[in-house]
Structure formats: C-alpha cells, structure tokens
C-alpha cells in the first residue's frame, strides 16, 4: 500500500487528501484527509472522502459510444474521434462555421488541463455561440468586477483572520463552504471572528446552518432584495458621515453618481421592501462602518437574483466607502502564484452587440445560458459540444431544452456519467474523474485567505477507456486537421501554467519534491489590491461606470414592484435550498450521499405558510410559476422566513435508467419553474433569474 498526496477537485476548498493505493491492483483503496498539509490540515468532508465511490461506479462512462437507434453502441476512440470529425466538417459545409456551439459546465473550473483544452478547441475552429455554467452562478461577478476594477479577475476576499466584523449575504458556508473564497473549514474561521470579540452577520431568507451563538447571527431579508439593503447601508453611512473621506479620495474616482443613486433608497424607503426595519438597517449601517475592519461577502443567493450586478457592485462599493477595501481586516486582493487581475481585462469597454434576441453580450467569453434553447430554435446551432456539464437539468426550462436538443444535427458529450443531457448525445466520451489526471489548483488564483499551490500527479492511471478532456480535444482536432496538443512528442497539458509558476519563482518539477506538492505563498499584503489589481489606467475604483448605469432604471422598477407586493400582502416567493449531500446534478449516483432525508427534494415551508393554505406535511402540492409546474411533497421548515418556499436544485433524474440508484430516487427538477428565454436573465451580466421566483402552491 501507497499513499499519494493529491486534492479534492469537487468544490472550491479544494481539500488535501492522501490516496491509499493497493501497488499490485493499482486501485485506490480509501481517501484520507492529509493531516501534514500545511494549510488544511486534515480538513475535509464527507463528499471528497466517499468519492472513489464514483471512481468505481459501475454506471460510469467508461468507453466512446455512439447512437444507434434510442440505444448507445461501444466504439473506438479511433472512430469516434474521425465521424465526430467529419459531422463537424459537413455542418460547416452545409451551415458555415458557427453551426457547431459549445457548452462547458461547472466541473470544468476545477480541471486545469481540461478548461484550457476546450477553449482551445473552440477557438481552433471558430466557435462563435459559448455557453456555460457561469451564467447559472457567478457571471454577475466577474461583468461587476470588470466595470468597476478594469479586470474581470479582481474578488476582494475577506481578511477572515483580522475582520472584527464579517457581512455575509446570500451564502451559507457551513454547507456550501464559501464560493469565490478557498478556504480550508470556513466555520472555524466564523467562530474565530467571535470568539475574539468581532460580530458576524448573515443576511438571508433562512436562519441558515452556518448561523449559531458562536459564529453568528441572521437577519432574515425578503428574497432578492439585497439590492436594495446595500443600497441603504450605504446611503446611512454617507448620510451619517461614518464614510472615510480621505480613503474615498485616495483610491475612487466617480464618487457623486454613487451618492446620487443610493440617496434613493434610504432606510425607512427600503424597510418594507426588504423586510427588515429602519432602525434595523441603520444599526447595520452603523456597526459596519465603525467596526476596526469590516469584511464583506456574498455568494449565489444573491448572484442569482435579478439584479446580482448591481448588488456586487454595491458590495465592493460599501467596503471601499468605509475605508475597509485594501486595508487589513477588510476585503483584500490575494494573488497566489499569479496575479490573474492583469490578465482579466476587457477587450472593450462597450462589450454589447445586437443579435436577433436583442441586445446581447458575453461574459468570460458566454453567452446567457438562458438563451442557449432559442439559439438551436433558430437554427443558429445545428451542432453543440459539451464538456463536464447537464444544461437540460441545470438551466431554466427543462421541456424545451429537451425539445431543443432533440433538434440538434449532432451532440458530442463529454463526461464522467451518463446524466440527462448525455442521454440524447449522438457520441458520448468518457472522461476521467480527478484521481485519473494531473492539476495544479490553479483556480485559486486570487481567491485565497492562505494563498498556496498544489500540483497533484495522476493518483492511478485511467480505467477502461477513460482519457483526460485534453488528450479528447487534441484527439477531435487532429481529426480535423488542426493543430493539436498531440502534435508534439511529449505533450504537456500544463506547461502554461507551469510557466506561470516561475511568477513565484516555482515549477512543477519543484513542487513534485514537496510534502504534499504544495507550496506555501505570502499572506496576502492589502497595498497589492491597488498597486496590482485595480487595472484602470489611473489605478482607481470606477464607482459608477457606464455599465451600472445601464441598470439604474430597472433597479427603480423592479422596487416599484416589491413596494406593490409588500402592499398587497407579498406573494411566496421561491429560493435553492443548499445541501451538503450533493453538488448540482452530478453526484446523485453515490450511495454514501443518500440518506433517509436526502432521497428527495421535498418542498420546504414554513408551519404558518402552511396553515394559511390549508396544508400539511407530506402534502403532495403542485407548485406553479409564470414559467412552469412541478409536483412536490412538503415539508414544514421554521427556518424559512415566512411567505418564503425553498428546493433543492439538481434533482429530476425520472427515467434515466443508466444511473440506477439516482433513477430510483429521481427527485423533481425545480429548473421547470425558472423563467428562460429573453428577459429571463441580468442583462448587464448574462446571470439567469434563479431565486426570487413568485409562486403559488394547491394540494394534488
């Protein structure tokens, strides 16, 4: 028995493991959390601990398949890769060269070799119709954080170990850990800023999981209105005078805009939208401003609202004004081995064109995912690759992509199951999961409280027929005639961030002679966020650019409509419930993650919405949107605030009989009461409408 060192790549924590290998099978026989690691130290959960239960999961792909009729046939990589080829050829004969699109999913993020490979590829052959996950998470940010900072790359991250007082919105850390933050066990970061006598606040429609006596408290706010909260919170302290003037004069430029705006939107204004009193507001406003160094932070609770742009936008805003962005226990830039916010800047700082869906623009090269179906409708997609993603199960509107994708000419998918969107693939690629390929976490650049790098080998090598989604993709260009990655003698899928390394005077090579192939970088310095992230030639904060102007109008409107609502005695409102018992829609296959209470995706309500409708627990309901229906059974939830209803995402795996055990436990897709199509997304960021959806709810 052997132990090798590696990484969870499930999500952003990226938890050391040590892999216990049998030498003579060559099979993984446990995973341990790495206690020697210098950063976690021996931190991890339970989803990276039970994942060689997917390694070995019997219903994995495993080989190249090809329709034949409603079933799928085994075949050579040899064949697949030349008829995957000679489809593309055709549709570009027949259609032009934007007839095939491309689709990658949120895996990919976590896959070093393998996100940079499909780019690659996409670009190799001209793909102009991208699409990803990022528009179902975080595009928000990364559109925000390009107006305001000149970069797309540039997230000030809370300086968790000196932040007296720690503002958190829309998250919950305790089951999701703390997207756009790696971290190693968040919760004791929570509890540290208590126990040294700091406070931290929770905003959210749930009194969550992460909130307790020791690390911290939750203000219940209506669903996506956060909006409107941080507009208030600034406003009070420009109001009160508790801004740092001085700091203001330093690092932003375009201030008055910022005041005009807010002056809108002051607390007793708000109250009633956000559900939260004006005394509440300003005694929020207060602490923040006053606290030795305030950190804030919000994740997709917000980002998937209408207006998560403007919300980001006023996150960074409230921690500039204070006097807290750049500066120890505040928000800092963090560069790890590279400064990822020099090479995050925009081409264009007008990136909107026409299109015939209307004024459209890309993000981090996508498109809106919520456009994804109209774009194949049309016929501007005849064909469509995608990697590492399930769009007909994690987009908005599951009928009519199912209908879409049906009109596709051709599908080539790649990834480790056979999910739903795999089920109406013409050619199905098997790749390898984390513990077949090599990595370095190079998406931790810029996001790390304690920055460090580590470079994992292939913990064994590929079972059956599972190759890397580098080597496919150079494979699939070579049948093109493209210049492919396996052109050269001894491809290297990671020499360009091995050069990247050499930033921190590091290599790979010297990473491999490591304990742990990890290297421990400086602690974040708070000058560096203006001396190297801000990338605006006079190196300051936009704090009104053109971009959030676009969206100063709807702003109004749609507040127009929550004072209606809140008139009119405020309808149930939907949101994702988080669990930590699955990510997405991709480990519902893993007998360590069903539990009794995790079979399902119930509906949760809380006890007096209940009562109201004449329901009860167990209930069988349909639950009806503007944009679809679903059918639940629900469960009584006192963590909810009332005229608030919560489901988990990810589910609906009805019939897909290539996953047995998640077949079996199938749950309901919640995707199907999502609006889609035009309107349906933040215009400003491509980030589609995903919480906040009013519905309504009758007994079957």
């Keep these: 028995m052997k132990s090798v060192p590696t990484y969870c790549r499930i999500c952003e924590p990226q938890c050391a ?50 329709r034949r009729d409603d079933a799928f046939e085994r075949i050579s990589w040899d064949t697949a890769s030349t008829e995957i080829a000679q489809r593309i050829t055709r549709l570009s004969e027949q259609y032009g060269a934007d007839a095939l699109g491309f689709y990658v999913g949120n895996p990919s993020a976590f896959n070093s070799s393998g996100r940079d490979a499909a780019r690659k590829f996409a670009r190799s052959l001209g793909v102009k119709y991208f699409f990803s996950s990022g528009t179902q998470d975080c595009s928000n940010k990364f559109a925000a954080s390009e107006a305001v900072y000149g970069t797309a790359n540039l997230h000030p991250i809370p300086d968790f170990k000196h932040t007296s007082f720690f503002l958190s919105l829309g998250s919950n850390p305790k089951i999701s850990h703390v997207s756009f933050v790696h971290m190693t066990n968040p919760m004791a970061a929570l509890r540290g800023i208590v126990a040294r006598g700091g406070r931290v606040v929770h905003v959210n429609p ?44 330093r690092h932003a430029a375009n201030i008055e805009p910022l005041w005009a705006f807010v002056s809108r939107y002051d607390a007793e204004r708000v109250a009633d939208a956000v559900g939260l009193s004006a ?103 005849k064909g469509l690759v995608c990697m590492s993603g399930n769009p007909i199960l994690s987009m908005a509107g599951e009928p009519r992509l199912q209908a879409a994708f049906a009109k596709l000419e051709l599908l080539v998918v790649v990834d480790i199951y056979p999910n739903a969107t795999a089920l109406q693939a013409d050619y199905l690629l098997p790749a390898t999961d984390w513990l077949e390929r090599a990595d370095i976490n190079s998406v931790s650049l810029g996001f790390q409280p304690e ?75 708070p000058a560096l966020l203006f001396n190297t992230g801000v990338q605006h030639a006079d190196g300051r904060v936009d704090c009104f650019p053109p971009l ?65 409708l004449a329901l009860q627990a167990d209930d069988e309901v349909m639950v ?28 609906g795996h009805a019939g897909n009989h290539r996953l047995q055990l998640a077949s079996n436990h199938p749950g309901t897709n919640v995707n199907s009461l999502l609006p889609s199509g035009p309107g349906s997304y933040d215009p400003l960021s491509n980030m589609s409408h995903m919480t906040g959806i009013k519905v309504e709810l009758s007994a079957v």
């Design 17 to 66: 493991l040590i892999a216990q290998v049998d030498e003579t099978s060559q099979q993984v026989v446990r995973l341990l959390p790495d206690k020697n690691h210098p950063v976690h130290k021996g931190f991890a959960c339970h989803k990276g601990l039970n994942f060689v239960e997917l390694h070995n999961d019997a219903d994995r792909n495993n080989y190249p398949q090809r």
């Design 548 to 612: 959030i102007s676009r969206g100063t109008d709807s702003c109004e409107d749609q507040f127009q409509e929550l004072l209606r609502e809140a008139g009119n005695g405020n309808p149930l409102k939907l949101i994702s419930l988080r669990t930590n018992y699955m990510v997405n829609s991709w480990l519902h296959n893993l007998p360590s993650l069903k539990r009794k209470h995790t079979l399902d995706n119930p509906l949760h309500i809380h006890p007096r919405d209940m009562q109201a």
């Design 279 to 381: 005394a509440q507001i300003r005694g929020l406003a207060e602490a923040f401003a006053k606290a030795e160094g305030a950190s804030v932070h919000m994740s997709t609770g917000v980002n998937m609202g209408r207006q998560g742009t403007l919300a980001y936008w006023l996150l960074q805003m409230l921690s500039l004004v204070t006097g807290n962005l750049g500066r120890r226990g505040g928000n800092l830039y963090s560069p790890g081995y590279f400064p990822a916010a020099t090479v995050g800047k925009p081409k264009s700082y007008d990136p909107f064109f026409s299109s015939r869906f209307g004024e459209v623009r890309t993000i981090a090269g996508s498109l809106p995912g919520n456009l994804l179906a109209e774009h194949i409708e049309a016929g501007l997609i």
């Design 206 to 249: 749930r009194r969550i999981e992460s909130a307790g006596p020791q690390s911290g408290e939750v203000l219940q706010v209506k669903p996506d209105t956060d909006v409107y909260l941080l507009a208030a919170l600034i406003h009070e302290i420009h109001h009160a005078g508790w801004h740092d003037q001085d700091w203001i004069d």
């Design 624 to 651: 009806k949107s503007a944009h679809g229906q679903v059918v639940a059974n629900l469960v009584a939830d006192e963590s909810l605030r009332p005229g608030v209803v919560a489901m988990t995402h990810g589910w």
């Design 451 to 525: 920055p460090y790098v580590q470079f994992t080998e292939a913990v064994v090598p590929a079972k059956f027929e599972r190759q890397p989604e580098w080597w496919i993709f150079a494979r699939l260009l070579q049948a093109l005639g493209l210049a492919s990655q396996l052109d050269a003698a001894d491809p290297d899928p990671l020499a360009r961030l091995d050069r990247q390394l050499q930033h921190s005077s590091l290599s790979l090579a010297q990473l491999r002679s490591q304990p742990s192939h990890t290297a421990l970088l400086p602690e974040p310095d």
